[in-house]
Nanobody
Framework: QQQLVESGGGLVQPGGSLTLSCEAS????????TGWYRQAPGKQRELVAS???????NRAGSMEGRFTISRDNTKNTVYLQMNNLKPEDTAVYYC?????????????WGQGTQVTVSS
């Protein structure tokens, strides 16, 4: 069974840091592009950052320099290091894995982890 399980969310003060983890199971993790999305109350889900199977990364502009995505294929895990957090970073953060191979598209989502930035 394919599954993505996030962890690491919580409450942090402005300027603080958090590291989110997402462990995948049931998929050939190294062949997937993995990423983090977030959704704040009343807003659409948006891309935070993604990392492809070859390690190339993509980040939303507003998070440039603060958020870093990485992956460890030996642990089937993707990470999101978040520094200098701001109240507007408060959202549910979702892990995503997607692949298009030989015309077959696969996409999976985690259940989400809450990040709250507040003093």
């Amino acid at each position: 069974q394919q599954q993505l399980v996030e962890s690491g969310g919580g409450l942090v003060q402005p300027g603080g840091s958090l590291t989110l983890s997402c462990e995948a199971s049931g998929i050939a993790f190294s062949t997937y592009t993995t990423g983090w999305y977030r959704q704040a109350p009343g807003k659409q889900r948006e891309l935070v950052a993604s990392i492809s199977s070859d390690g190339s990364t993509n980040r939303a502009g507003s998070m440039e320099g603060r958020f870093t995505i990485s992956r460890d294929n030996t642990k089937n895990t993707v990470y999101l290091q978040m520094n200098n957090l701001k109240p507007e970073d408060t959202a549910v953060y979702y892990c995503n894995a997607r692949r298009s191979l030989l015309g077959i598209n696969r996409e999976y989502w985690g259940q989400g982890t809450q990040v709250t930035v507040s003093s």
